[in-house]
């Protein structure tokens, strides 16, 4: 089973930044579209940004444009999510995943495997 794993969670202040990040030990997805997902209590599981294989083309969520970038480095089997003035309706536990089947880059069930997810505490 494949695992990703993400780190760079915490508590910040509103206006701060977190860089997140999601390692792949062991496997390479330097071919597929890896993605940011989060996901609050009760909700269901939000998409955030996408990166394509090379990094050349991202997408993100009207929500986080302009605040948050999404970026990979495949060399290291890592991609990454900073995210600046953060805001405390960012407030989620925050999930990578590889685009591994057909449809939107934004669908949740695209994606497969999943990692086990970071919690991410914006105060006011």
């Known amino acids: 089973q494949v695992q990703l794993v993400e780190s760079g969670g915490g508590l910040v202040q509103a206006g701060g930044s977190l860089r997140l990040s999601c390692a792949a030990p062991?496997?390479?997805?330097?071919?597929?579209?890896m993605g940011w997902f989060r996901q609050v209590p009760g909700k269901e599981r939000e998409f955030v940004a996408a990166v394509s294989w090379s990094g050349s083309i991202t997408y993100y969520a009207d929500s986080v444009k302009g605040r948050f970038t999404v970026s990979r480095d495949n060399a290291k089997n890592t991609m990454y999510l900073q995210m600046n003035s953060l805001e405390p309706e960012d407030t989620a536990v925050y999930y990578c995943?590889?685009?591994?089947?057909?449809?939107?880059?934004?669908?949740?069930?695209?994606?497969?495997?999943w990692g086990q997810g970071t919690q991410v505490t914006v105060s006011s």
């Open positions: 062991g496997r390479t997805f330097s071919t597929s579209v």
């Open positions: 995943a590889v685009k591994t089947k057909g449809g939107d880059t934004s669908w949740s069930r695209a994606y497969d495997p």
